[in-house]
Each structure stands twice: as C-alpha cells, then as structure tokens.
C-alpha cells in the first residue's frame, strides 16, 4: 500500500494540520519526520480547538497509530506536556503514540543557545522560535546528540551522559557570558522525562515497514515549509532540517519507492514568520487586511505573520522539488472580500526575467515580483461546495494550477473540518471549462 506525503509550500503555516487531519481520516498509521517543537499546527473540531507542536495530529482519529519519526529532535518535557493535556482533553493515546530511537533531544542548553544565537546576531536574527532548534540539529551533526535510543540506558548511565553534556555545555554558556545550569537538576528532569517516555521509545522502522508490507494506509506528515528547508529554502533564513519530500524518506527511514502521493500545501496567498526574504510581502494595508482576516499570528510563538500574494515563481519551484502530484490549497475564503487579487507569474532581476526561486537567498533580496491581478468574487465562500463557488474563485483556482502545473484536489474555506472542497481528479473537468 503506497504512502502519501504531505509537505508545507510556503515558509510554514501553510495549514498542514488541518489537510492533514482530513486525510488521516482513511489513514493506520501518520509518521512525523522532522523538526520539533518550532512547530505549531492547529486544527479545529467543532467548538474545540487543538494546538499540536510535537505530536501528529492524527491522534484525534482512535485508530491511528503516531509516530514522531527519526529525522525528529524532540523536547522531551514538552512532548510529556502536549501528551498530558491531549489525555486531558480526553483523547486515549495508550499505544497509539511511537518514538523512533533515533530521534535527537532538544535539551535546555540548546534552547539557551538558541536565543542567545539570536540576541546576538546584528541583523535583527533568524527571527527563530527559540525552541534549541539550530543548537540540537548541530550536536547531531557534530555527533555529539543524546538521542532517544539513550533513555533506554540504565538510569545510572543516562544520568552520567546527561550531566557530561550539561558540563560541556556549560564552558560554551559562560564563554558566551550566560549563566551555567546545574547538571543534576537537567539530569533529574530528563530521568523524569524517561520514565515517561522510555515506553514509548521503538525502532519505528519495521513498525513503518510492516505497516506498509501488510497494506495499511500511512501517511508522512511535514512539519513548516519547502522554503525553510536547510538546502533550498531561504538559507541562512531556514529551519535545520529537511522539510522537503526527501527528508521524509532520512526522517522515517521509509525508502523513496515507498512514496506515491506527494501532496502539497499551500495558502491561497503567501505568508511568513520570521526574517529572511520574501518577495510578494506587502508591508501595507494589503498585507494588514490578510493579517487579520486570515488571523495570521503564530502557534508557537504568537508572532504576527508577514503576508503577501501568492507566489507561483517559489510555488512552481516547490512542486518540482518535492515532485508534488497533487495540492490543497487553503484559506481561499480569507479572500473573499478583495475586490481583486494579484498573483506573481515572474520575476525580474536586474533585465532578466526570471521563473525558477533562486538558490542563493541574496538573490532572492533582489528579485521584484511581476503580478497579474484576476477579479474578485466579493462573495463569502466559507462552507460552499464546489459547484456553487463563485466563478472569479473558480478562476483563480484553475489559474494557480496552470501557472504551477500541478492539479489542486482540494480546496480549503475555513478552519472547521466541514469547511473543505474536493475537486475530484481531472480539474479542469471538475470546475468546469
Ligand atoms: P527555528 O526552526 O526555530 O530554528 O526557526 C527558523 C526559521 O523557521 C524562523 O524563520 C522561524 O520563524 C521559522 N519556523 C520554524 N518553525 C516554523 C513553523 O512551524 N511555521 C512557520 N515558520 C517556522
């Protein structure tokens, strides 16, 4: 049984959660593969809203099993807080949550690391989450992580490892002039975090395996966006890990053969939080307006999101990178009262017009974006089907899909679970001549 993926378009908060939620809907099993706690996904059931940072958001659906892959690094504290208040909440997680050995923990040295990376930077910063993303993705590359595989150490050994990193660390912090943590207090929180966690820890690979070879439905799950991939977003504005489709296969240990629907997600307009560039931002009353109406304020950290039009330039980039075969598109209905809505068909940068997202983000710094504007429809369409969308929608649907060659089969028009439109394969049928 083939699997599917599901990868942010933009710079994250794309609305992954809540296409995630509908497809985990006919899913066994949803892997996450990398990131961690930066992350902020919200979905809405009814009068309930949920915030995930950690955990899939398939937990909502009883039979689906969770696994917060390899490719990960993890909070341990905060995963044992979003798993308590998703029991208090009364979702039954007993056996459905997995965590893959080779997972990477974030510890409270990285996430002072962290923020004190970003006070010092001259540039204003990454504009981070300061959750010790950077900091606990560098000691995995430098070969220096504690990994969840060591909470299963005898106690006697993790605490000794544990206090070891503390120590090493702490010569960093002070050379950087911070204040030192004690190794015993980060050692009896991470033995707290074990006892917890240490049952939930597997070699997730077979568990991924057999689920494939037995047939069941799985689907991988991205967490922020293609263009904050380490390799070919917006570097050194990026997050550190792979976001795009082949950190699926690292971040899972799923092989690349094993994907066969790669779905990407993407707003209806463009946002970001963070620094770094951003060509079709509008700083003034049209960015302002998608703002408040999309409500674009961070997960995580409450930041107020930069916004703009869509960018089918970046966008079409995306779907070649990752090989989408398929897109969601969402929040269609923050659209709704534009009197007319533009889109970025092209580049230019300096006298050439440019249609490919360049590779080096200075570039990126000197691109402007050439637009096309398309009709408004000044209709609501939050909880429309298909067929009774307005025409000028329609349009813009159909338009994005042809400046970004690939199909759009669902179509999202509000937070609630019932407010999704599926455009069923063969669009240009489907909506019409
Ligand atoms: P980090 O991942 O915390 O290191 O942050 C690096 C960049 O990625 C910053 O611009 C963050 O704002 C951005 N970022 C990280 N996680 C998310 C997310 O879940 N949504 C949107 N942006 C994110």
């Not at 949550?97 to 204003?124: F, K, M, N």
């Not at 060591?150 to 912090?173: F, K, M």
Request: net charge positive; glycine share 10%.
């Amino acid at each position: 049984m083939p699997v599917t993926l599901v990868v942010g378009g933009q710079w994250g908060d794309e609305g992954k959660a809540k296409i995630i939620d509908y497809l985990a809907r006919d899913v066994d099993v949803v892997v996450r593969y990398q990131g961690g706690a930066n992350a902020g996904h919200t979905v809405v059931v009814g009068s309930e809203k949920f915030a995930f940072h950690q955990v899939p958001s398939g937990i909502l659906y009883p039979k689906v099993t969770c696994v917060l892959g390899g490719g990960m690094v993890i909070d341990p504290l905060a995963l044992v807080a979003e798993i308590d208040g998703i029991v208090s909440r009364g979702v039954d997680t007993t056996g459905r949550i997995l965590v893959s050995a080779q997972a990477h923990l974030v510890l409270p040295y990285h996430v002072l690391l962290d923020c004190d990376s970003e006070d010092r930077r001259s540039d204003g910063g990454i504009g981070t989450t300061r959750k010790g993303i950077a900091p606990a993705y560098a000691d995995k590359a430098r070969r220096e992580g504690i990994r969840m595989a060591d909470l299963l150490r005898t106690p006697a050994s993790l605490r000794d490892l544990v206090s070891d990193r503390v120590r090493e660390n702490n010569r960093i912090l002070k050379a950087r002039g911070l204040k030192p943590l004690s190794p015993k207090k980060v050692a009896d929180s991470i033995m707290a975090a074990r006892a917890r966690l240490a049952p939930l820890v597997a070699d997730t690979r077979p568990v991924l395996w057999d689920a494939v070879a037995a047939g069941r439905r799985v689907l991988c799950e991205g967490a922020q966006g293609s263009l904050l991939d380490i390799d070919h977003g917006t570097y050194p504005y990026v997050t550190s890990s792979s976001c795009t489709a082949g950190g699926a296969a690292t971040g899972t240990g799923l092989p690349p053969s094993a994907f066969d629907r790669i779905v990407g997600i993407f707003k209806a307009y463009c946002t970001r939080v963070g620094n770094g560039p951003f060509p079709t931002e509008e700083t003034g009353s049209v960015g302002e307006k998608l703002r408040e109406i999309g409500r674009e304020y961070g997960t995580t950290t409450g930041r107020p999101r930069r916004c703009g039009w869509f960018d089918a330039v970046a966008a079409r980039t995306v779907v070649k990178l990752n090989g989408m075969t398929d897109i969601a598109l969402t929040k269609l209905d923050v659209l709704d009262t534009f009197p007319s809505v533009k889109v970025c068909n092209a580049y230019r940068m300096g006298k050439r017009t440019v249609d490919v997202f360049p590779a080096d983000a200075r570039d990126v710094e000197q691109v402007t974006p050439k637009y096309e504007t398309l009709p408004g429809w000044k209709e609501a369409t939050a909880g429309r089907r298909l067929e009774d969308l307005p025409r000028p929608a329609i349009d813009y649907i159909r338009h994005l899909e042809g400046l970004v060659a690939c199909p759009i089969h669902l179509v999202s028009l509000g937070p609630e679970r019932s407010a999704m439109v599926r455009i069923p394969r063969g669009p240009s049928t489907a909506l019409g001549a």
